[in-house]
């Protein structure tokens, strides 16, 4: 069975810095891409980052770009996001996915498991 358990979320003040965590177990990474998504209330799931697991190559959604930095530790099959001067736009549930399925239209479908997700929320 595969599991994905995210951790990190937290409230912060806009400026600061958090470290989401994404631990997966029961799943083989072998060539597979691996993303961060977010909700925020109100609106629809978005991609947000993801990196191939095998060749660490990275994709970023263009707001997050030079905030944002995905990482993976291979050995203890753990994705990070290690998010940098945090807006109040940043606010929402982020959720980490694996086992891609290919580019669809409705994001949800685009990984085969997901975590139950965790809050961010940014003051300003």
């Known amino acids: 069975e595969v599991q994905v358990v995210e951790s990190g979320g937290d409230l912060v003040q806009a400026g600061g810095s958090l470290r989401l965590s994404c631990t997966v177990s029961?799943?083989?990474?072998?060539?597979?891409?691996v993303g961060w998504y977010r909700q925020a209330q109100g609106k629809g799931l978005e991609w947000v980052a993801a990196?191939?697991?095998?060749?660490?190559?990275?994709n970023y959604r263009e707001p997050v770009k030079g905030r944002f930095t995905i990482s993976q530790d291979k050995a203890k099959n753990i994705l990070y996001l290690d998010m940098n001067n945090l807006k109040p736009e940043d606010s929402a549930i982020y959720y980490c996915?694996?086992?891609?399925?290919?580019?669809?239209?409705?994001?949800?479908?685009?990984?085969?498991?997901w975590g139950q997700g965790t809050q961010v929320t940014v003051s300003s």
């Open positions: 990196i191939n697991w095998s060749d660490g190559s990275r």
């Open positions: 029961g799943f083989n990474f072998s060539g597979s891409g």
């Open positions: 996915a694996c086992g891609w399925l290919g580019p669809k239209t409705n994001p949800r479908l685009q990984y085969k498991y």
